[in-house]
T-cell receptor, first 113, second 112 residues
Framework: QQQVKQSPQSLIVQKGGISIINCAYENTAFDYFPWYQQFPGKGPALLIAIRPDVSEKKEGRFTISFNKSAKQFSLHIMDSQPGDSATYFCAASMIQGAQKLVFGQGTRLTINP | EPEVTQTPSHQVTQMGQEVILRCVPISNHLYFYWYRQILGQKVEFLVSFYNNEISEKSEIFDDQFSVERPDGSNFTLKIRSTKLEDSAMYFC??????????FGPGTRLLVL
């Protein structure tokens, strides 16, 4: 019940296209859903996050869509650029206290120029 | 911009040896975490630490692991007797009053 399932495992998108990565969770106690971006040899860096009281959050070219009833959330990268090529992890946690992040399996995104 | 730092960046050790991984969290943060990432796999939670004690630990965090905040700035992860399967990237993270966890650059541990 602690799992977060992420798909696809890898994704290739042309420059300027839309990249979409999906995640699903089971634990309804989760109330914080961040996306992390990781470049090779680096630590994960927070990209954007959402709480379940809103259905969408947009920051620049990055948008999270959240469907509470389906227990799913997704990351949309508009106008994808070669610099967006990285591994993306969705995660979930409970806000209260020192709560662990439960990560998805990761999506390796490649943007072709 | 404040950041989490970790040392060393790489550590090679022999099986059965003890290793200590060091982290300096962001200075006003209250919550501290260790995660690990086996090559090509997802990031896995090991332990969280708050108010000088462990808040939560995973099944991975068995008796060979320990954490300590020896002073006001450092946060360490000790592996007492390393095994081959401990080879991974170890990330320290910290968070303050918000839920955002900031990750360090990691220590790549290789056990031979």
């Amino acid at each position: 019940q602690q799992q977060v399932k992420q798909s696809p495992q890898s994704l290739i998108v042309q420059k300027g296209g839309i990249s979409i990565i999906n995640c699903a969770y089971e634990n309804t106690a989760f109330d914080y859903f961040p996306w992390y971006q990781q470049f090779p040899g680096k630590g994960p860096a927070l990209l954007i996050a959402i709480r379940p009281d809103v259905s969408e959050k947009k920051e620049g070219r990055f948008t999270i869509s959240f469907n509470k009833s389906a227990k799913q959330f997704s990351l949309h990268i508009m106008d994808s650029q070669p610099g967006d090529s990285a591994t993306y992890f969705c995660a979930a946690s409970m806000i209260q206290g020192a709560q662990k992040l439960v990560f998805g399996q990761g999506t390796r995104l490649t943007i072709n120029p | 911009e404040p950041e989490v730092t970790q040392t060393p960046s790489h550590q090679v050790t022999q099986m059965g040896q003890e290793v200590i991984l060091r982290c300096v969290p962001i200075s006003n943060h209250l919550y501290f975490y260790w995660y690990r990432q086996i090559l090509g796999q997802k990031v896995e939670f090991l332990v969280s630490f708050y108010n000088n004690e462990i808040s939560e630990k995973s099944e991975i965090f068995d008796d060979q692991f320990s954490v300590e905040r020896p002073d006001g700035s450092n946060f360490t992860l000790k592996i007492r007797s390393t095994k081959l399967e401990d080879s991974a990237m170890y990330f320290c993270a910290s968070s303050g009053s918000s839920e955002t966890q900031y990750f360090g650059p990691g220590t790549r541990l290789l056990v031979l």
